[in-house]
């Protein structure tokens, strides 16, 4: 029998809400399982809150390396867009009052006479 892997994103995922300090409770469940299981964690538990913000660099998705990338960590990226609400909808009304006036299409009809002679027209 051939061994086959399921890959879900969704099992194994452990998702936990303390009414502790992240690094008192991760560094106590640690030592729970450790005293338990005798499993060593040696620091593998890492606070997400710590992550670094990144900056947008306009351009970097067109890249073939970039695009390879993503399509392995895209599962483990989160996407924030902060903005202010009042600001947004300022700015689009402006873009929206200063588009260029839209006329409505025109459709012309010419008529012309031409003259064929021997040596065209």
């Known amino acids: 029998m051939a061994n086959?892997?399921?890959?879900?994103?969704?099992?194994?995922?452990?998702?936990?809400?303390?009414?502790?300090?992240?690094?008192?409770?991760?560094k106590a469940l640690q030592k729970e399982i450790e005293d338990d299981c005798g499993v060593s964690f040696a620091g593998r538990i890492k606070n997400k809150e710590k992550n670094p913000a990144i900056k947008y660099r306009k351009g970097f998705e067109l890249d073939e390396n970039?695009?390879?990338?993503w399509e392995r960590i895209k599962y483990k990226t989160t996407y924030r867009v902060s903005y202010d609400t009042e600001e947004l909808i300022?700015?689009?009304?402006?873009?929206v009052h200063t588009l260029p006036t839209?006329?409505?299409?025109e459709i012309r009809s010419e008529k012309t006479k031409l003259n064929m002679t021997s040596k065209g027209i």
């Open 102 to 105: 839209i006329h409505a299409p």
């Open 66 to 69: 970039f695009k390879d990338i």
């Open 90 to 95: 300022k700015q689009a009304s402006h873009a």
């Open 4 to 26: 086959e892997y399921l890959i879900n994103k969704s099992i194994n995922r452990l998702t936990v809400i303390a009414n502790e300090s992240y690094d008192d409770f991760a």
